[in-house]
C-alpha cells in the first residue's frame, strides 16, 4: 500500500533553546522580525496551521534560531501513515 507523507513542525523547543542563548523572552514579533519573516507565518508555524511550506522563510528562520548552515531543521520531521490511516507510522 503506498504511503502518505506529512509534515509536522515543533517550533517551541527551538524558541526555547535561543531564548536560552539570549537570556531573555522572545514574541512572535521578535522571531519575526530577527528572521525578517512576517509574523504570520512564525504564528502558523507555531499554531501548526502552515499549510505550505517555502524554502527562503524556513530558512531565515533557522538562521535567527542558530541553526548551522547544513543541518537539518531541527523543528519539522516528515512522517509517513498508509493511505487512510494516519495513525500508522510503522512500515
Known sequence: MKKKARIRVNLL???HKREQELGEKLSITDIAE???????TVYNLLN??????????IARIC????VPEGEPVPFMTVEYYNNGNEEDTND
Open 13 to 15: 523547543p527551538a524558541i
Open 34 to 40: 530577527g528572521a525578517e519573516v512576517s509574523w504570520k
Open 48 to 57: 501548526k496551521q502552515q499549510g505550505r511550506f517555502d524554502g527562503e522563510p
Open 63 to 66: 538562521r535567527f534560531l542558530g
